[in-house]
């Protein structure tokens, strides 16, 4: 079946950097854009920006523009996202979650989450 | 795109016809897609494109609406069901999301 697995759950000092794993199978990975989204503790759901698996092109909402980077490897089917130079505020779950249909800008299926604490 | 629900939260029975309300702040045509969301799980897709149930999701749940204001509806709530909603654009980047609604039990 589609799904996507995430990586465990990370603790990081401020200033240090994290690498969240999203791994996709049960389908083409190139044929679906990947969708990263935080929510910080308590808090609702705010879309990160989107990777276009075809063409490995990152789209980053504003506000996640410097220190988000998105990235694939298409050879494992896998899609990253690196937060550098982390400070408490990136204190949050973040998502992996790819586009319902071919163009389709909504959200299924979902990872599991990734905590990543900074403290 | 800021989006609003209502209400934030609600107190409900099981057996009871819930509707929650989204509002888009400009149009939006009917770019409008629902989750749901228990604690400590992933958000899961209910309807897009307003109106279109995910395979899967019981016909319990209905979506409405088009322009700026949409709705979503569960008939005949279930123990399963008291989870948060969110609401979502998928009109124009940034996709953007409203605050959610809590359906707890009465």
């Known amino acids: 079946q589609v799904q996507v697995v995430q990586s465990g759950a990370e603790l990081k000092k401020p200033g240090a950097s994290v690498t969240v794993s999203c791994k996709a199978s049960?389908?083409?990975?190139?044929?679906?854009?990947m969708n990263w989204l935080r929510q910080a503790p308590g808090q609702g759901l705010e879309w990160m920006g989107t990777?276009?698996?075809?063409?490995?092109?990152?789209t980053y909402a504003q506000g996640f523009r410097g220190r988000f980077v998105f990235s694939l490897d298409t050879s494992v089917n896998t899609a990253y996202l690196q937060i550098n130079n982390l400070t408490t505020e990136d204190t949050a779950v973040y998502y992996c979650?790819?586009?319902?249909?071919?163009?389709?800008?909504?959200?299924?299926?979902w990872g599991q989450g990734t905590l990543v604490t900074v403290s | 795109i800021e989006m609003t629900q209502s209400p934030s939260s609600l107190s409900a029975s099981v057996g009871d016809r819930v509707t929650i309300t989204c509002r888009a702040g400009?149009?939006?045509?009917?770019?409008l897609n629902w989750y749901q969301q228990k604690p400590g799980k992933a958000p899961k897709l209910l309807i897009y494109l307003a109106s279109t149930l995910q395979n899967g999701v019981p016909s319990r749940f209905t979506g409405g609406g088009s322009g700026t204001d949409f709705t979503l509806t569960i008939d005949s709530l279930q123990p399963e069901d008291f989870a948060t909603y969110y609401c979502?654009?998928?009109?124009?980047?940034?996709?953007?999301f409203g605050p959610g609604t809590t359906v707890d039990i009465k």
């Open positions: 990777m276009n698996t075809k063409r490995e092109s990152p």
């Open positions: 979502q654009q998928s009109y124009f980047t940034p996709f953007t």
């Open positions: 400009q149009f939006i045509a009917t770019y």
């Open positions: 979650a790819r586009d319902g249909a071919v163009a389709g800008n909504w959200f299924d299926p």
């Open positions: 049960g389908y083409t990975f190139t044929e679906y854009a």
